[in-house]
Structure formats: structure tokens, C-alpha cells
């Protein structure tokens, strides 16, 4: 049976879809934690900047004639970087 949108409803209570906001407040030492406020102020381009570098491998993977050595190198870069995310709790972000 093909079903279309119309056989398909979805129904929501009101308290099913509110939306509750966090807030956090984190306090360094600047002195002693300059690495890891760095960490914490830049952390979203760190994310944007290793999501960009993935989709470049891949687009060059798919775009750019490659010779097998290249092909290998560029997959063995990729898989790294998989590993790297999977073992630090990231794999699923990207």
C-alpha cells in the first residue's frame, strides 16, 4: 500500500512541543585556563572549520580526478578523522 501525505497525521499536545531554555554560566581563571576558555569561546568554529574539512575530502573524493594513491591518502585522512571524533564522543555529529 503507497500511502500519501494525507494518510500520514502527526499530532502534538501542547506540552509535547515546549521548548525550555538552558543558561550556563562558566567562570575561568584566565591565567590558568586560557587554553580551555579558548576552547569554550571558539568551540563553534572548531566544529564549523572540522564539518568544512570533512565535506572537502569528500567533494574532492567525488569531484577531482584522483590517482589511486591520492584516492587511498585522502580515505586514510578521513577515516582518521572519523576515529578521532568516535573516540572523543563526536562521531554522531558528523
Known sequence: MI???MDIRIVKQDYQI?????KATLTFELNKDQHAFDCAVNGVKY???IADLLQQIRNIEQ???LTAEQYKM??????WMHSELH???LAGRF
Open 63 to 65: 569531484n577531482e580526478e
Open 3 to 5: 500511502r500519501t501525505m
Open 87 to 89: 573516540s572523543e564522543g
Open 74 to 79: 585522502l580515505g586514510r585522512i578521513r577515516d
Open 18 to 22: 515546549k521548548q525550555y531554555k538552558m
Open 47 to 49: 566544529y564549523d572549520m
